[in-house]
């Protein structure tokens, strides 16, 4: 079963749950998710974007769009971000379907090509990234950073 994925701004009544949630995957407190979410609802802009994967009533996947996921190159933007399905749920498609429906998002808006920094070798190739380049984050450590295009085709939900 496909399970729907959610933009955020066709969800708004979900965005203080989402930020306590991902604030809980990701160790960065819930009020940066708030804030990022809250540019989001007001839609003025293609970035920042969020998504979200509910099943019985509770979030079990997620990513966000932001400008910069702290690295070096400011250049290289937006960033895909905070890509996360819970253990009990993974190696059912859910991520790759999050990435390919993102990347077709924000193709229809307009922007041309995502990034994400990641430790990962292997996974995201599976879904269209390629490695571009080293990246330091901020607290100084490098990151393997990655972009692809974004698809202009109609979303798939």
Known sequence: MDLPILPLRDAPALADEAAVWFSGRWGIPAEEYRGSMALCLRRQSPVPQWYLVREGGRLIAGAGVIEND??????LAPNLCALFVEPDRRRRGIAGRLLDFIRRDLGAMGVPRLYLVTDLT???ERYGWEFLTMVTDDGGL??????????TAAIRP
Do not use: C
């Open 122 to 124: 292997a996974f995201y």
């Open 142 to 151: 490098p990151e393997r950073l990655y972009a692809a295009p974004t698809l």
């Open 70 to 75: 702290f690295h070096d190159r400011p250049d």
